[in-house]
């Protein structure tokens, strides 16, 4: 069956960088879009970045655009979210998400990471 | 990239149906049929309820349905059970190419 397990979140302080992972199995990953969702402490879901199956497209929300970069290997079926400038604000849980196009985008979550940024 | 705008909290008691709104823009909502819908109970993460306005994932409860009228989808739940007692989110494509979530809304059965 589908499994999404996120990795490398942690506390960090402001300013400094983090990369999470999102291993993937029980699917061709490479066949797949995929999502970073996360969600502030109490506070709902955000989406915050996609990349398309091979990696040709990725597109960000404002909040993160310039800060945070997706990227993926296909060949290792693992899904990356390289972290940088981090801010207060961008302490949560972090997501992954498949997006399946015609059979539902965000159609498997993991679990979450979380990312705690304090001083 | 506004949130789309859901309700807060809605209620009801078991065995009422109850529906819960999702408004966005022609930017978004209005243009597209990529609406999906989530279910997240606490501690959890968010299951997949709708897809495309209003089909359903295998394995999700018919009593779940999806509607979508101009700018404004909506989630029903019919014949509400203590179960459904979660939050719930809509999504939707935009025109930027970019995904947004509704703030999320808590379903309490009564």
């Known amino acids: 069956q589908v499994q999404l397990v996120e990795s490398g979140g942690g506390v960090v302080q402001p300013g400094r960088s983090l990369r999470l992972s999102c291993s993937a199995s029980?699917?061709?990953?490479?066949?797949?879009?995929m999502h970073w969702v996360r969600q502030a402490p109490g506070k709902g879901l955000e989406w915050v970045a996609v990349i398309w199956h091979d990696g040709s497209n990725k597109y960000y929300a404002d909040s993160v655009k310039g800060r945070f970069t997706v990227s993926r290997d296909n060949s290792k079926n693992t899904l990356y979210l390289q972290m940088n400038s981090l801010r207060i604000e961008d302490t949560g849980v972090y997501y992954c998400a498949r997006d399946a196009g015609r059979e539902g985008n965000f159609d498997s979550w993991g679990r979450g990471t979380l990312v705690t940024v304090s001083s | 990239q506004s949130a789309l705008t859901q309700p807060a909290s809605v209620s009801g008691s078991p065995g009422q149906s109850i529906t819960i709104s999702c408004t966005g823009t022609?930017?978004?909502?209005?243009?597209?049929?990529?609406v999906s819908w989530f279910q997240q109970r606490p501690g959890n993460a968010p299951k997949l309820m709708i897809y495309d306005v209003n089909k359903r994932p295998s394995g999700v409860s018919n009593r779940f349905s999806g509607s979508k009228s101009g700018n404004t989808a909506s989630l029903t739940i019919s014949g509400l059970q203590g179960e459904d007692e979660a939050d719930y989110y809509c999504?939707?494509?935009?025109?930027?190419?970019?995904?947004?979530f509704g703030g999320g809304t808590q379903l309490t059965v009564l």
């Open positions: 999504s939707s494509y935009t025109s930027t190419s970019t995904w947004v």
């Open positions: 022609s930017s978004d909502v209005g243009s597209y049929h990529y």
């Open positions: 029980g699917f061709t990953f490479g066949t797949y879009g």
